[in-house]
């Protein structure tokens, strides 16, 4: 590998909410396009290993007003 070439790592999120309200999963896919993630599928979101997305990423998985769900 040369100096100009660099390995990109990739973080895979996997989230499962809750169908119903849709809200939840619409806020959900609205702050995942806003830090740039790419969908895979449905529920599965990947990202580049950088610091900001990283910070992104590491913000709770539920809230206490928020509805049951996984990340």
């Known amino acids: 590998m040369t100096s100009a070439e ?7 999120l996997v989230i499962k909410l809750p169908a ?3 809200r939840h999963r619409v806020a959900v896919w ?3 396009r806003k ?3 790419l969908s895979l599928g449905q529920g599965i979101w990947a990202v580049p290993e950088v610091p900001v997305f990283a ?5 709770p998985s539920h ?6 769900g996984r990340a």
């Open 6 to 12: 660099q390995v990109m790592r990739w973080l895979i």
């Open 30 to 32: 609205r702050e995942l």
């Open 20 to 22: 119903d309200p849709s």
């Open 55 to 59: 910070a992104a990423c590491s913000v």
């Open 35 to 37: 830090i740039g993630a």
């Open 63 to 68: 809230s206490p007003t928020a509805p049951a």
